[in-house]
């Protein structure tokens, strides 16, 4: 007969002095964990409860400016930099990690409708409702060299003077060519003080223009003649243009698909693009209930931020039609303009109130230095908390958004306005001859027509 | 060298043997088959989902590989050479051939005066409470065999109950259970639990389950002291009770021959079986949930696939006291007899083991320690454990169960279970349906036979119904039959829709051949004549 038992030495099981970290001994055998299923359905509920209860986005904000803040830019060198310009012609440069302003670059007469910084961030291009345009050579001197009083920093290295006010300006990232857009699309060069060529497609004001991340020619704008149109500067003409029911005010790339871009409509919602196939929209990201100001993509490419004229912040996933966080204060009043910094762990907000205000991209992120085991621990649950999505409980919690009343009420109203508009329309087609009435998914019901 | 060696026959089947034996494992490790992906249309939920399956996949040949390559020690055997018996070796036998801190673990305590006593051990196998029926308390360390702590309660002790770790213990006494900490201090007395003869603990759910002298079952939160149900079983007293550890429903036996099985949530039991006829004596259930053994004095011992319920074997034993070790063993007493069970393959239960106690001796408890190769007995005149090769779990995972923790682990389990413990909604017959999305019931479309029934029901109600006597001529008969007409009315208008609905016309006599046009062969068969 064989013979043997269990037999577990003490010694073997245990650590050898008190100094040592406890021995861990792992077995998987499912049949040792019962009830696997409601043990981590009761961790996905806890973890979205403290998800909710540890959301603290506000980080703090940052006052200066002495009029609404108009536009910003980041600099892709120094993380924590953000230049910001305001209605009063006032251009700041912010430490974002003192919450502090740098250096101030004045010269702007009226209004700074645009920044921009070069690739290697040796300069700031900003222009403005005064009809110039103004580059600023090494404008993070102050920065770097932290001895010197907060002031005017420098005097711009070049002044240029053009015979209509600005919108918007963006830098091309491969070569020393910025556009500028305001009554025309101008294209210039950092050493010339006249555009190199020039652009028009209509008469309307253009409002904003975004180089494309992968094609360095390519650039998009969009206009007040509801139009967003796509150009390439080795053509003479522009190339493309798509007309839609309201204008766009803010159209930002996605630098990690960068065949597609996102609109910032004066209809509420943002629409997503292809920008191979202009003749319906991707996704239509619903939510605000008023015009959206600015959309700017997270690095990664996954999800964007928004900014509205109904004074609430939204992040939305690049392919989710609702909004995955709201942020909003009591005193943050209509938003502008939105960043977010190049590591993608805070957006950056400007707004009517002269403010700047700096939140987290997650809202229950902890901040700081994360140990190996805390930062595992979080990934557990976040997978779990995916795993278990889906079941009414978890959904409610993580759904559950506090709002201010007004924008609660504005969001119901246009709930109603558009099941309302719904109900009508399917009650024509059921009144009228069968087929004669065709139905358009909204991802094609504000489009008008695209023209080549 | 290069040279291409041929493959030893031998060493070949080896080898399959050893990538079959990993397949079995990384199928168990991958909790249930894969899902049929083809049928989906959805190619963005289609790609997630693949991701996710690869991701299982993955996962579960790493646990494989860890489980075949990291487990520290092997589990128990015994295994006979020739025409030997398992049955016929004895403990003295046994203890002769196993190592040197083996031998000291089996034990006989003689405690003639306070007995008969019953046993309990924490989840982790680590300490043993002891109670005797006259009072006796004793919990001990089976560790290091110390003695914690023993007192005297002075009243009867029916059953004894760890609480979610050694600190906390329940005792059913004479008229309430109590609650007591390692030092055997009084915390609380249950009274709301009447005269509890039985006690369970629920540990991932930290609900404490009594039955009573009433029949009457009920669970109380330990951690809030919630009362969180109470039923009235209605089948009398039973002290026959157990709880299934794979989806923690309550198994009891009562003295008509049925086990129920019940869940906090609902008053009505789960599931009620008839399983002897006879008193149940003993109920048992397996780790995985899907095995109950049962006993009655109709002297048989039934095992039962839960998933069918039905009996997968019959053994014709007595048996006091049954109960499952974590490999799978049975061990049942009778008398001062306690015999081992095992699966000799097809849920076909041979005996494995044999120990007879001292005549006179009645056992009425046998209780496996987890962890171990060792079965506790619970008799009249003290308590013993024996060895059982093969019984035990063999290697502990330090974040479930640590037969060797520190007070500090202790601690940190304790803040983890709390966090972690589960509602009284999750006791469910089928553990593995939470997250699941129910099938959808069919909407069940009535015959027009049903309607039919119901609406002949509907009339007759309608017209049994007495109508009051009223004054002033209001209970004139002309008066009442047309009251009574009204009610049959409205009786059946409702369903008349249903039944107009169907398409049939219940007032109207079935005339054939009024509306389809019948074969030619058939419309001599039809009263108006088809032209």
């Not at chain 1, 404008?139 to 005017?152: E, H, Q, S, V, Y």
């Not at chain 2, 081992?340 to 097809?346: H, V």
């Not at chain 2, 017959?429 to 939470?434: A, Q, V, Y």
Request: aromatic letters at 8%.
């Amino acid at each position: 007969m064989r013979v043997k038992v269990i037999s577990r030495s003490t010694d073997d099981f245990t650590r050898e002095r008190s100094q040592d970290l406890q021995k861990v001994f792992r077995n998987y055998d499912p049949a040792l964990r019962s009830q696997e299923k409601a043990v981590e359905y009761t961790r996905a509920l806890n973890a979205a409860k403290l998800e909710k209860i540890f959301a603290r986005p506000f980080i703090g904000a940052m006052d200066g400016h002495i009029d609404a803040v108009s536009c910003m830019a980041k600099n892709s060198n120094y993380v924590k930099a953000m230049f910001s310009g305001s209605m009063d012609g006032d251009i700041r440069l912010w430490d974002i990690a003192a919450r502090k302003t740098v250096c101030q670059f004045p010269g702007h007469q009226g209004a700074v409708r645009g920044l921009a910084t070069s690739t290697d961030g040796d300069l700031l291009i900003s222009c403005g409702v005064d009809c110039t345009v103004r580059l600023w050579k090494d404008p993070m001197r102050k920065m770097m060299d932290t001895n010197d009083a907060i002031g005017d920093a420098s005097q711009p290295s070049a002044v240029y003077t053009w015979k209509h006010a600005f919108w918007g300006v963006d830098h091309q990232w491969d070569r020393n060519v910025f556009a500028t857009v305001g009554a025309q699309v101008d294209i210039w060069d950092h050493n010339r003080s006249e555009p190199i060529n020039t652009f028009e497609w209509g008469k309307d004001t253009v409002l904003s223009v975004r180089f494309n991340p992968g094609e360095p020619d390519v650039l998009l704008t969009s206009s007040s003649d509801r139009s967003l149109t796509l150009f390439d500067l080795r053509m003479s003409s522009p190339a493309r243009k798509l007309i839609m029911k309201t204008r766009c005010n803010s159209v930002c790339w996605n630098p990690r698909e960068p065949m597609n871009f996102t609109a910032a409509n004066e209809d509420t919602n943002c629409y997503s693009f292809d920008a191979r196939k202009l003749n319906e929209a991707k996704v239509v990201h619903k939510g605000h209930v008023s015009a959206v100001m600015d959309v700017d993509y997270n690095p990664t490419g996954r999800e964007f931020v928004t900014g509205s004229y109904d004074r609430t912040v939204r992040i939305f996933n690049y392919n989710g039609d609702h909004s995955r966080e709201i942020y909003h204060t009591k005193r943050m009043q209509r938003v502008f303009c939105v960043k977010y910094t190049y590591d993608g762990t805070y957006l950056v907000s400007g707004s009517d109130d002269t403010n700047l205000r700096l939140w987290k991209s997650k809202a229950s992120e902890q901040l700081g230095v994360i140990l190996p085991r805390e930062r595992k621990k979080q990934e557990y649950l976040d997978a779990v908390k995916a795993r278990y999505n889906h079941l009414p409980e978890i959904r409610r919690i993580d759904k559950h958004k506090h709002l201010p009343k007004p924008i609660y009420k504005a969001g119901k109203i246009r709930r109603a306005m558009i099941e309302a508009e719904s109900r009508k329309e399917e009650r024509r087609r059921a009144h009228s001859a069968p087929g004669s009435r065709t139905m358009q998914p909204f991802r094609k019901r504000r489009l008008i027509t695209e023209v080549e | 060298m290069g040279i291409a060696t041929e493959e030893d026959p031998k060493e070949m089947k080896n080898h399959q043997n050893s990538v079959d034996e990993m397949e079995m494992k990384v199928v168990r490790f991958s909790r249930g088959k894969a899902a049929n992906l083809s049928a989906l249309r959805d190619k963005k939920l289609k790609g997630q989902l693949t991701g996710k399956e690869k991701l299982i996949g993955i996962s579960a040949k790493a646990a494989a590989q860890a489980e075949k390559w990291f487990l520290p020690i092997e589990g128990g055997y015994l295994e006979p050479e020739g025409l030997e018996k398992t049955y016929r070796y004895t403990q003295e036998q046994i203890r002769g051939d196993v190592d040197i801190s083996s031998k000291r673990k089996p034990f006989d305590m003689i405690l003639p005066e306070l007995g008969p006593y019953t046993l309990e051990y924490t989840s982790n196998g680590r300490y043993m409470i002891v109670g005797g029926r006259k009072g006796h308390i004793g919990m001990m360390d089976m560790l290091s065999m110390n003695l914690i702590k023993e007192f005297q309660v002075r009243e009867t002790v029916r059953d004894v109950a760890f609480l979610h770790n050694e600190q906390l213990f329940a005792v059913a006494q004479k008229k309430y259970p109590y609650i007591y900490n390692h030092h055997g201090t009084e915390i609380h007395c249950l009274k709301e639990h009447g005269k509890a003869l039985k006690l369970q603990f629920l540990d991932k759910h930290f609900l404490l389950a009594s039955i009573n002298s009433f029949g009457q079952l009920h669970y109380q939160d330990m951690s809030t002291g919630e009362m969180i149900a109470n039923h009235r079983t209605g089948l009398g007293h039973t002290d026959v009770m157990r709880v299934n550890p794979y989806n923690a429903v309550i198994g009891l036996g009562h003295a008509d021959g049925k086990v129920t099985m019940w869940k906090p949530t609902s008053v009505k039991p789960l599931v009620t079986m008839l399983c002897h006829n006879g008193h149940v004596t003993a109920v048992a259930f397996e780790r995985g949930g899907h095995l109950m053994a049962t006993a009655g004095l109709d002297k048989k011992i039934k095992i039962w696939d839960l998933r069918k319920y039905e009996v997968v074997h019959t053994h014709a034993a007595r048996a006091e006291s049954l109960d499952f070790s974590q490999k799978g063993l049975l061990a049942a007493s009778d008398g001062s007899l306690v015999e081992i069970y095992r699966d000799a393959g097809g849920h076909d239960y041979k005996v494995y083991l044999k120990h007879r106690m001292v005549k006179g001796y009645q056992v009425g408890k046998v209780l496996f320690r987890p962890y171990e190769d060792i079965c506790s007995i619970g008799h009249s005149t003290g308590f013993s454990s024996i060895l059982v090769p093969g019984s035990g779990e063999a290697n502990f995972d330090t974040f479930v169960e640590n037969p060797v923790e520190t007070a500090k682990q202790r601690r940190e389990r304790e803040v983890h279970a709390l966090l972690n413990k589960l509602q009284p909604e999750t006791v469910m017959l089928n553990p593995n349906m939470i997250g699941n999305v129910r099938q959808p019931k069919k909407k069940e479309n009535k015959t027009k036979k049903e309607v039919e029934e119901e609406i002949e029901d509907a009339v007759e109600a309608a017209k049994s119904t007495k109508v009051k006597n009223k004054t002033k001529g209001r209970s004139k008969p002309s008066k009442r039959a047309k009251k009574k007409e009204e009610e049959v009315l409205r009786a059946k208008r409702p369903l008349l829709d249903q039944y107009n609905e169907i398409g049939g016309h219940p007032d109207k006599k079935q005339r054939v051949g009024d509306k389809a046009e019948l074969p030619k062969a058939l419309q001599r068969f039809a009263k108006n004549k088809q032209s």
